[in-house]
């Protein structure tokens, strides 16, 4: 397992952007897929997105929610041991904690599947 740890959460204006990033304390992130999460206020987690293990490309995809399909990008750096989640045109609705979390890889499940370890969050809160 891995220790991860979100940072990049603030508040933003409809239409703004922010950057995510996840970064772990062992320099073995590119060994794992990490997904991204949000719980809003009052609702159930879900899955936003999810970057593939380094080594399993044309084994396994990156994936994104409909809802943030277009507007996110997730990438990583594997020098700096970070994964991150670009938030373009943001809205209100993506308000809520967002958390990022490893798994041996993505799949098709991603946003189901169970995953080994979670950072502490960080808020991103769209308002005007």
């Known amino acids: 397992q891995v220790q991860l740890m979100e940072s990049g959460g603030g508040l933003v204006q409809p239409g703004g952007s922010l950057r995510l990033s996840c970064t772990a304390f062992?320099?073995?992130?590119?060994?794992?897929?990490v997904g991204w999460f949000r719980r809003a206020p009052g609702k159930e987690r879900e899955g936003v997105s999810c970057?593939?293990?380094?080594?399993?490309?044309?084994?396994?995809?990156?994936a994104y929610a409909d809802s943030v399909k277009g507007r996110f990008t997730v990438s990583r750096d594997n020098a700096l041991n970070t994964v991150y989640l670009q938030m373009n045109s943001l809205k209100p609705e993506d308000t809520g904690v967002y958390y990022c979390?490893?798994?041996?890889?993505?799949?098709?499940?991603?946003?189901?599947?169970?995953?080994?370890?979670w950072g502490q969050g960080t808020q991103v809160t769209v308002s005007s």
């Open positions: 970057v593939r293990n380094s080594d399993a490309t044309g084994l396994d995809n990156d």
């Open positions: 062992e320099p073995t992130l590119r060994y794992y897929a």
């Open positions: 979390a490893s798994a041996p890889y993505c799949g098709t499940n991603w946003a189901g599947r169970l995953y080994d370890s």
